[in-house]
């Protein structure tokens, strides 16, 4: 059977057993503290000349410097010279189990692996076992297909969820990792926790691969959420949709450049990330809200008026938020939604009326910042309840991709880490 997340080559530096060398190897994904330089300053500084993955990556912060055509040229030259050098030792044809202590002491599980990009389809509707559950925005992707178009390895801060509330899947490895091989065992810069990573047995291996071919079955998958599909949804997208719709994007592109065949035969077919089961416990979505600025609250909720029946009573049940004026909250709830969660429902008009009505829509973590900013007149917020992670699955199973900002997962400090390696080409 066909495996759309299998075993990989994967290189760890030959250092890796030493623990002050890997602290400073292992740095936080690209798209973090993008508006906080002095964050990247101080990683450069604790780095010094040691091998890093610093260099083998292009912090997001840099993409609109000038010089960033000539820092994507030395990310490649390093990756090559790392090569060539004997930084790295391949471990083949194996998955590597990652023990992650978050910054709070709560400690998330996962399984390095490499995903079939085939298998991939990030547009809003897709239908592919892997799927996006948050729009993709395409600009964001052209900056990076720079990096991973000569590009000769991958470092991956994707995280793929499985939804196994049983929590018998990955988390099983943890009463097997007696027979596992120990690769590395660090405390992370910039106190964000500590992390290690098991080579998994060969046994253990196996059993993963059965497991996940239990995912796939088709009666199963649509008996487990009440619908009728003619295709599962096994691997929804936790972080990192625009580093693996990169490498989707460039794979597309091989096959247009060298011929279908020989694409889907080369080592750019796969992406390498981590798997990690939505119900783990230091998973917790958090509700991400909107101030609208520069518009009229009440225009707003003329414009839904329109589209749904809407209820100001506190007992109406259906789609709630608050809509917050002059510092101020109300309740609102749509009785009639035709989206599945309230977030899609509050977004599609929100976008519709300032399309219409002018304003800008800034997406905001804290409630209290919310009543801080609409406490002037000429804007309005709207607060949201978290989305309740069983959610997650059987919205984009309905509704396709979630709007932007749905929900945030967790803090930058506890983003993946590049760690992992593996050849593309």
Known sequence: MKMTFKRA????????????KMQRWSVVACDQYTSEPEYWNAVADFVGEEPSTLRLTVPEIYLNDADIEDRIASTNRVMEQYMAAGVFEEHKDTYIFVERTLANGVTRLGIVG????????????????VRATEGTVISRIPPRLKVRKDASVELPHIMLLIDDAACDIIEANSALKADFTKVYDFDMMQSSGHICGYKMSKAACDRLDAELAKLEDLDTFNAKYGVKKDSPLI?????????????????????????????????????LCELVNLHDKSLEFEAIHRVIFDADGDAFLKALEKEYTVSYDDDAQGQSFALVMNGKQKKVTVTNPKEYLTVATVQKCLDSFVSENGGEIDYIHGEDVVVKLCENPKNFGIILEAMDKSD???????????????????????????TEVRKIK
């Open 9 to 20: 080559d994967i290189l760890l530096p030959k250092f890796s057993d030493n623990a002050e």
């Open 114 to 129: 490499m995903v079939d990009l085939e298998d991939y389809d990030f547009s809003a509707d897709s239908q592919t076992k």
């Open 235 to 271: 691997f929804a997208m936790g972080d990192g949709n625009h580093s693996l719709a990169t490498a989707k994007t460039h794979y597309e592109n091989l096959k247009k450049e060298i011929g279908e065949e020989q694409a889907k035969a080369s080592k750019a077919r796969y992406a």
């Open 392 to 418: 997650l699955y059987k919205s984009v199973i309905l509704d396709g991709a979630l709007p932007r900002k749905t929900f945030s997962m967790g803090e930058a400090c506890d983003k993946r880490f590049y």
